[in-house]
């Protein structure tokens, strides 16, 4: 994804107005599948909600440059902040996909989602790291804080002369393997809901039986999934406007709007998405 | 210092585009029904072109869209025009003949509530956002569909779901025991959706949609070119799936979308560098950098 | 047991390909000039330093190779549909997708030099009849190694779901993330700017004065690809590798330990490994480099 942005458009604070429509849109959301299918597709959507607000709320830990930090000009992984999330998230969906396919237990599995996530983070950043040390000689350095919260280092000394700071402060590791761990944990989410509301009710739809069409219900939740993935995704990279340095970013402050934002896009994308199942 | 996203005004009406992208659309996936009509699958590669010509409006409206500055990538916004277009035609599928028009409504519907989420709850405030976003979603819809009907033969969910060929009878003669009839059960993993190719025509389109403006932004950028190079990625692309169609329609039909789809692929090429060719400042063979000012 | 013996030696291998896909993958990018550090070809002309370097501008990397790499796994996935046997359907699968690469490559170049016209840049016709050849045939064996890493998920690791296309998509949009994350800064600030200090990030100021000229003559995006393949490719390759490698590992070992939570807690314990390596890292480059002087900074 090449930054080749404009001026970001968005600015701070929350427009109540269209929180309140959020809000209605789900309810709405919900009430329609209630009325198809009682609680048996409420908790799917339910989880589907809550999934893209997971994904919604990782993507601002992931820090991220765009191009300025391929020049060393600014911290950060150079590279696009929704398809970095997606890459990791979608790796830890691959893990979670696994491990529920295999043992059928919920938690595990949504767990080693989110673990395959982080896990995919955590090789990437300490790759950048060394990348930016010893192949470039660069010190890490946060362009946005003068110390590092968790290992007290501080920056505005180790900032070269005429960049907003360079490589990844340890606080901006953590928050890339945070942001993988909760991006993953939010995609598997998502992919085990449509899946479990696929494989009940696509052999009654289709009249076959549940092994044969396991394989079409795998497929569908997890194309679906991967769209989801990307929708929140893109959102979150629109509230974050291109770049952003991790959780002590002050651009952090402006997650809750991407939380709701994701949580709206995602009830109403489920609800379509739920009521494939349904024969009208 | 970044760069600033640049496109050219005036050419055609972008309304103009609409009207013509979302009618050739649907007339051409439409179109694929002949196959049912006729009991052939010749006529599979409308599907294509109905895509195309869907993905020709929706370079346009990316480029109105990008042009505000979105504060990160193009490509960002075919990703997320996919991802509804995406849930939205599976859902239409289901509605047999009206199959289109419904993919049209509910990722219309879809895409005005992520313009209004992207512009209300995200704070973009972009005028053109819910527009654009509710015509990017029907151009993801609308793509997907055509390529899958051209895939499968048609836009049916049933026949986007069960392989082709799945659940005949399976005759087994042993001599011994005389004839034994069996029937074969429906093959949903060997289907266009069950097989997951439709994850491969969701890259597809979404690299599709987004190209042709990423490549061509800049201050000299053309809509004439910008277009060409749209319809040159949508053949590009119905080759691939044209090539993957084989595995779901006899093979006389795949090769006719193989051939219409390397020769729409060839003309709008050489166009597409003939504009290129036009539009650019100079056109050098192994020539040194020439400073500016022609030192 | 069996299966285990039989995990790993999947494991080992896929880790293997992933590896050389990485490498491939990176310097496929560098060459080409994708990504990031495009921004800076493309701001250059502006600046007024016409180049010679190839502008390849197809979004960033991950949507590409997702791109690649599905069609890639879709067309095998067809062929083995078919009934081809799966090196050639593999093989075939990857020259489909390495041919909509090189088209892509193709109009990225002209549509966005074309587009420059106003500063000057001339579309130089022959850096796509010689470098065209380089890219695709790197991106041939990144697809071609990831479409089999994927071929080998789906046909021999049972437990796992997916089809051959969908984890063509996945694996493709990790590998152009890994790929762009650890080689982009290293095309970018390191050979881009190799005029710029050693050490320090590029000025802002600095922005768009690329290294135009070689060592002799003028420098091409094949200059640019010697180099890379000394750092960024081999990095990308084990930051790739590793992800495919421990991924499948400790799935495939510790799935049934421990009630179900093997995968999670050795996940976990790897996690905690590698952030303690990046603590060691972050802190040599401190205390090696020391911070920066006043004359280091006015130079």
């Known amino acids: ?280 | 210092m970044t760069v600033k996203i640049e496109a050219s005004s005036g050419g055609m009406p972008h309304n103009t585009i609409m009207m013509y992208g979302l009618i050739v659309s649907v007339v051409c996936i439409y179109l694929t029904y002949l196959n049912q009509l006729t009991d052939t699958q010749w006529f599979a590669f409308f599907g294509g072109i109905g895509a195309i010509a869907a993905l020709w409006w929706g370079s346009d409206t990316i480029k109105h869209l990008c042009s505000y500055g979105l504060g990160t990538g193009v490509p960002s916004a075919g990703m997320i025009a996919f991802g509804i277009g995406a849930i939205a035609m599976v859902f239409a599928t289901k509605f047999d003949i009206a199959t289109p028009i419904v993919a049209i409504i509910i990722a219309g519907i879809i895409g005005a509530i992520i313009g209004y989420i992207a512009n209300s709850i995200v704070n973009m405030n972009i005028p053109v956002m819910v527009m654009s976003m509710c015509e990017l979603a029907i151009v993801g819809a609308l793509t997907m569909l055509g390529f899958s009907a051209m895939c499968a033969g048609s836009f049916g969910f049933n026949n986007l779901v069960v392989a082709a060929g799945s659940g005949e009878v399976i005759m087994a003669i042993i001599p011994e025991l005389g004839v034994i009839v069996q029937s074969g059960g429906p093959l949903f993993g060997a289907s266009v959706i069950g097989g997951s190719v439709l994850a491969v025509i969701f890259i597809l389109g979404a690299m599709a949609l987004q190209h042709p403006f990423n490549a061509c932004l800049g201050p000299n950028e053309s809509q004439d070119r910008t277009l060409m190079l749209a319809a040159e990625v949508g053949f590009l692309s119905m080759i691939a799936v044209a090539v993957m169609s084989y595995a779901f329609i006899d093979g006389l039909s795949a090769t006719i979308a193989l051939v219409v789809s390397l020769l729409g692929w060839y003309y709008t090429f050489t166009q597409y560098v003939a504009l290129s060719k036009r539009d650019a400042f100079m056109w050098l063979d192994a020539k040194p950098i020439r400073e500016v000012g022609g030192k | 047991m069996e299966e285990i013996v039989l995990g790993i030696g999947i494991t080992a291998l896929a880790g293997a390909l992933a590896t050389i896909a990485g490498a491939a993958e990176d310097t496929e990018s560098d060459i080409g000039s994708q990504g990031d550090p495009n921004s800076q070809v493309q701001l250059a002309p502006q600046m007024g330093y016409i180049h010679r370097i190839f502008n390849k501008a197809i979004s960033g990397e991950p949507p590409a190779y997702a791109a690649w790499c599905a069609i890639g796994a879709g067309v095998a996935w067809a062929f083995l549909q078919i009934g081809y046997n799966p090196a050639l359907a593999i093989i075939l699968g990857s020259i489909v997708a390495v041919f909509v690469q090189g088209i892509y490559c193709i109009s990225g170049y002209l549509g966005r030099t074309a587009s420059l016209a106003k500063f000057e840049q001339p579309v130089y016709i022959d850096i796509i009849k010689s470098l065209l050849s380089v890219t695709m045939a790197h991106a041939f064996i990144a697809i071609f190694c990831t479409v089999t890493v994927c071929y080998l998920m789906a046909t021999v690791l049972h437990a796992q779901p997916f089809a051959l296309p969908i984890l063509g998509l996945l694996w493709g949009l990790a590998l152009g993330a890994a790929g762009s994350a650890t080689g982009n800064p290293f095309y970018g600030k390191e050979r881009q700017y190799q005029n710029q200090n050693f050490g320090a990030g590029v000025p802002i100021s600095a922005s768009g004065n690329i290294v135009r000229y070689a060592e002799a003559g003028e420098r091409s995006s094949l200059d640019n690809g010697w180099f890379t393949t000394k750092f960024a490719g081999p990095a990308s390759g084990i930051c790739f590798g590793l992800i495919v490698f421990l991924e499948l590992w400790r799935t495939v070992l510790f799935e049934t330990s421990l009630g179900g939570w093997g995968a999670i807690v050795a996940g976990i314990v790897l996690i905690l490994i590698f952030a303690v390596i990046n603590l060691w890292v972050e802190k040599w480059g401190r205390e090696t480099y020391g911070p920066y002087t006043s004359e280091e900074a006015s130079s």
Request: proline residues 5%; charged residues 5%; hydrophobic residues 55%.
């Open chain 1, 1 to 280: 994804m090449s930054a080749l942005g404009g001026k970001a458009a968005g600015g701070e604070g929350i427009n109540w107005q269209g929180v309140a429509v959020g809000i209605v849109i789900i309810i709405i959301a919900l009430g329609i599948t209630f009325a198809f299918g009682s609680e048996g597709l409420v908790i799917p959507l339910l989880g589907i909600i809550i999934g893209g607000a997971l994904i919604g709320f990782g993507v601002h830990f992931v820090p991220v440059g765009g191009a300025p930090a391929a020049m060393g000009q600014a911290p950060g992984i150079a590279t696009g902040v929704a398809m970095l999330a997606a890459g990791a998230g979608l790796a830890g969906l691959f893990g979670g996909a696994w491990a529920f396919s295999a043992t059928g237990d919920f938690l595990t599995a949504v767990l080693g989602g989110a673990v395959g996530g982080g896990m995919m983070m955590a090789i990437t950043c300490l790759m950048v790291n060394l990348t930016y040390v010893f192949a470039m000689g660069v010190p890490a350095a946060s362009g946005k804080v003068d110390k590092d919260p968790i290992t007290g280092y501080s920056f505005p000394e180790y900032k070269s002369q005429g960049t907003e700071g360079h490589g990844l402060p340890f606080i901006s590791y953590v928050g890339g393997v945070v942001g993988g761990f909760i991006a993953g944990l939010g995609g598997t989410l998502i992919y085990i809901e449509l899946l479990l509301v696929y494989s009940a009710g696509l052999p009654v739809l289709l009249e076959a039986s549940a092994e044969a069409v396991a394989p079409l219900a795998v497929s569908l939740a997890g194309i679906l999934a991967i769209g989801f993935f990307l929708i929140n995704a893109v959102l979150s990279a629109y509230n974050i406007t291109g770049t952003i340095e991790g959780p002590h970013d002050p651009k952090f402050k402006r997650v809750p709007r991407a939380i709701i934002g994701c949580a709206v896009a995602s009830a109403f994308c489920g609800l379509i998405s739920i009521l494939i199942i349904v024969a009208f």
